[in-house]
């Protein structure tokens, strides 16, 4: 067996939080519950068994990267967007890439009317799920009907020994203009500051990381207004830059993906997580090498032409070290 001396050596005080949109991770079936009929082999898309399965390999390839380099494994927790059920999810993790990970994963069908959840996957050898849970966004469209968008779900359990509470967002797109669209992005943020503010009654020192693609930057009132009413510290804040984010869209870049933690994380302490580094994981292979778009991430897809890259965001990760 050749031994790869460029592999970092395995960090065992460290673990990896990441969070990724896949970017519209839809199986072959034809589901009578979502808008899937874009992603079907028949389909204007063409979404056939050979792309399904690309998709997976590359998909799984850049999850077991994420942290590499500082930890020298695979990230112990992936918070997940853009996923249409559980079969994909059991497709992803039995990927080659990750079928050494020990990956199981917590998800829940919610009401969204692309028929894309949230949910996170975890290594079972590092994290124990004690209790999961989701909550819905109660939106209406001009006309007084229901807009159903993605629900935000709740994971608490052990890490390393250490009691953790994970919440994994996707806000609603600017699709309809960013002003227009605020209010969508302040009900989940107000939402999300509910369960905050629920887990901090049963602890105050509960340790709350917040992760999602939440279609606003840091700067943005939606994300702003959580770090004002709690203890909450986004390291994103100084991450984006003019040439650097997670989505780029007409040339110019977003940081919509991002990692919240509770400022827990930064108390010296010799036996629990602290917050080490957080990061945009940007990595070559994830971008488009050439052309107009040469820099952006890799995409499957452009519209209706196949791409056959990773997806339309970049991940993020948050390194914790005891």
């Known amino acids: 067996m050749t031994q790869n001396f460029n592999a970092p050596s395995i960090r065992h005080n460290m673990q990896t939080v990441a969070f990724y949109n896949v970017e519209n991770l839809f199986d072959l079936e034809d589901s009578k519950y979502t808008h899937d009929s874009d992603f079907l082999p028949n389909a204007i898309r063409r979404w056939t068994q050979k792309r399904y399965d690309n998709k997976l390999l590359k998909l799984g390839h850049a999850i077991s990267k994420i942290g590499q380099e500082e930890t020298g494994k695979h990230p112990a927790i992936v918070g997940l967007a853009e996923v249409e059920n559980s079969t994909v999810l059991e497709d992803l993790i039995a990927s080659k890439p ?48 229901p807009d159903y968008t993605r629900d935000i779900l709740l994971v608490s359990g052990i890490l390393d020994g250490e009691t953790i509470h994970f919440i994994v967002n996707h806000w609603s797109s600017r699709r309809e203009g960013q002003k227009e669209s605020e209010f969508k992005r302040l009900a989940s943020s107000n939402k999300v500051s509910e369960i905050i503010a629920s887990l901090c009654t049963e602890d105050e020192n509960a340790k709350i990381m917040i992760m999602g693609d939440f279609n606003d930057n840091p700067q943005n009132n939606s994300l702003k207004q959580l770090v004002e009413a709690h203890s909450i510290y986004n390291p994103y804040e100084t991450l984006r830059s003019f040439s650097r984010g997670t989505v780029k869209h007409r040339r110019q870049w977003f940081l919509f993906d991002q990692i ?38 890799f995409r499957t897809y452009a519209g209706k032409k196949y791409k056959g890259g990773y997806s339309d965001h970049f991940p993020v990760y948050t390194i914790l070290k005891k």
């Open 98 to 145: 990750l079928e050494y990970c020990n990956y199981d994963y917590v998800h829940f069908d919610s009401l969204d009317e692309r028929g894309i959840d949230v949910a996170l996957l975890y290594d079972t050898t590092a994290f124990e799920v004690l209790n999961s849970e989701t909550y819905t966004i109660s939106l209406t469209d001009d006309d007084g009907t």
């Open 260 to 297: 919240l933690l509770s400022n827990i994380f930064f108390k010296s302490s010799k036996t629990d997580f602290e917050f080490f580094k957080a990061e945009i994981f940007d990595a070559d292979f994830l971008k488009q090498y050439k052309g107009h778009y040469k820099g952006a991430p």
